[in-house]
């Protein structure tokens, strides 16, 4: 299968979790970079795919995290 939204393997970065993620949670992430690319996966099921951000769109998610999120949940 020929993806245009994954790059190889090759040119990016180990997998690695995220700073947010605790040893016994359930809910952890695991974060790779490439060109121009960041990968998300969760690390209970790596099997199950990846989410794929453009540099620009994990730029703003990380400020958007960074500064706290939605001010509530209907935001999301």
């Known amino acids: 299968m020929n993806d ?11 997998w690695f979790k995220s ?10 992430v ?6 121009a690319q960041a990968q998300v996966r969760d690390s209970k099921a790596p099997q199950e795919g990846r989410l794929p951000f453009s540099g620009c ?5 990380r400020m958007w995290a ?4 939605p001010s509530d ?3 999301l």
Request: with cysteine.
């Open 19 to 28: 700073s947010y993620s605790q040893p016994k949670e359930s809910a952890c």
């Open 57 to 61: 769109a994990w730029t703003q998610f």
């Open 4 to 14: 245009p939204t994954v790059s190889s393997d090759i040119s990016f970065t180990p």
């Open 73 to 75: 949940a209907a935001a």
């Open 66 to 69: 960074v500064n706290g999120g």
């Open 30 to 35: 695991e974060v790779r970079f490439g060109p």
